[in-house]
């Protein structure tokens, strides 16, 4: 059995877009419109010759009550099927009410956790993406899920942390 990376996140922050940079091909389902990728889908990944599952999570209602609850409950499940859990945040907006929830959850869980700071597509935003270490769970790695920009570095971490 491979150990298995949960990627969880707010709706629209890049989710499925890191999952296609970290397996390599297009498969997650990537839109512009918040809230679209189904429940929970793994895809198998390798990285520097070590084997293992990406799980995409998603399919929140954007325009649902309570989204920040929602996206609490999605991480708390993938948390619990998850070996390493890769929290993914938009550094370009910041953090939110939803990302605070979610890292009480990552809190209580003892999981190994990663933090991206993604949509980091330029120098310039690296500096937001420090902003980042105030969600108190360590280093951001800064990753263009987009463009591909630091995910070499991002998924050295996770090995080492699989
Ligand atoms: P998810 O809802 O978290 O799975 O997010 P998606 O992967 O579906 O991406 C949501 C939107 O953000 C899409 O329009 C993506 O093209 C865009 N996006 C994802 N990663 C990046 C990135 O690194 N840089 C920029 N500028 N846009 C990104
Ligand atoms: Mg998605």
């Known amino acids: 059995v491979q150990p ?6 707010r709706p629209n922050v890049g989710k499925s877009t890191l999952v296609n940079r970290i397996i390599g091909r297009r498969e997650a389902v990537v839109e512009d419109v918040p809230g679209v990728t189904r429940d929970r889908i793994a895809y198998d990944a390798l990285w520097n010759g070590k084997a293992f599952t990406v799980v995409d999570t998603g399919g ?5 009550r309570g989204l ?19 929290f993914v ?6 953090i939110t009410d939803a990302d605070e929830a979610v890292v009480k959850i990552l809190r209580s869980a003892k999981k190994p956790v ?19 270490w105030n969600l108190g769970l360590g280093e951001p790695y800064p990753v263009s899920a987009m463009h591909g920009r630091g995910s ?11």
């Open 152 to 162: 070499g570095d991002l998924l050295d971490a996770v090995l080492a942390a699989l």
């Open 89 to 94: 945040v938009d550094a370009t907006v910041g």
């Open 68 to 86: 920040a609850e929602r996206i609490a409950a999605q991480a708390q499940v993938a948390v619990q099927l998850a070996d390493v859990v890769l």
């Open 114 to 132: 990663l933090l991206a700071a993604n949509k980091v597509d330029d120098e310039r935003t690296e500096l937001e993406a420090a902003s980042l």
């Open 60 to 64: 929140w209602d954007p325009d649902a």
């Open 4 to 9: 298995v990376l949960a990627v969880i996140g």
